[in-house]
């Protein structure tokens, strides 16, 4: 006896579709064709400044599709509300007769797509098409914003650590770009945060000679092995004064391949001075 067939179900994809048109004949035939692609359409049609505000407050909305000039509205009215409210939504115009130089002002006015009433075979690919780049800005969005955060809370954490926290770029010569370094830059080597960025050199200048090729060697294999560095040695500052410092390390990788160093520089003179006594 043979096996029954399980029924595969498969999802049921929705749509929500926000109608700017005066025509209901016109939108009937808009949304059968979202229909026939398999859609389940949930839409509100408007044709005028209030009824668009109105639906734009009652509802989040997949795509808005504009007729393009209405006895009491327009397509290009319409989109600058959308702006002026900062909604970043699939705007699509479809329309019966509109000129070439209007649509390509329309685009340029920030309309995603532009398709004739009489040729609807590109309407739902289009839709799909912008809905996945809104997805994708939206993404983007949420990205940016997570790193803001992200960085705003390491700087506010660095500013409360005693010592000068660092992301440093080591090049293949020797040569140092510090891509970040905290406000403790100031108290430790009488710099600011600015000018150390700009003149990366001024840190390995102040470096005593003496203790400078330590501080190349445990640079230098770091890089080969990906290890900490833990550096001890001396500095100069620019009124004479010598300070003992820790420069504490842990290389990581970017995406590219080029390591970089995120570490702190601590001031030890006390502590070496009462190891001395």
């Excluded at 001890?232 to 820790?246: Q, T």
């Excluded at 390591?259 to 502590?271: A, R, Y």
């Amino acid at each position: 006896m043979p096996d029954p067939v399980t029924p595969v179900l498969t999802a049921q994809r929705t749509l929500d579709v926000l109608l700017i048109e005066d025509s209901e004949d016109d939108a009937v035939l808009l949304l059968h064709r979202f229909r026939q692609a398999g859609y389940t359409v949930r839409s509100i049609r408007v044709e005028d400044e209030k009824g668009l505000r109105a639906a734009l407050r009652s509802a989040s909305w997949d795509v808005v599709l504009s007729d393009h000039n209405m006895p009491q509205f327009s397509a290009m009215a319409a989109l600058g509300i959308l702006q002026e409210l900062g909604l970043d939504l699939p705007f699509i115009i479809v329309s019966g007769v509109i000129e070439e130089d209007i649509a390509v002002s329309a685009m340029r006015a920030g309309a995603h797509d532009y398709l004739s009433k009489t040729n609807l075979d590109r309407l739902v690919p289009a839709v799909e098409r912008e809905m996945r780049e809104a997805r994708n800005r939206a993404e983007r969005h949420s990205a940016l914003d997570a790193v803001r955060d992200s960085e705003a809370r390491f700087r506010a954490l660095a500013a409360n650590i005693p010592g000068m926290v660092f992301q440093l770029l080591r090049h293949d010569d020797g040569g140092w770009r510090f891509l970040f370094v905290s406000d403790g830059c100031l108290a430790l080597l009488a710099l600011k945060p600015s000018e150390l960025i700009a003149q990366p050199g001024r840190f390995l200048e102040m470096v005593l000679p003496e203790d400078m090729p330590e501080l190349n060697r445990a640079m230098k294999q770091s890089a080969q092995s990906q290890s900490t560095v833990n550096w001890e040695g001396r500095i100069r500052l620019p009124d004479g004064d010598v300070k003992w410092v820790n420069l504490r390390s842990s290389p990581r990788l970017l995406a590219s391949g080029v390591p970089i160093w995120e570490g702190i520089v601590s001031n030890i003179t006390q502590s070496k001075l009462t190891e001395r006594e």
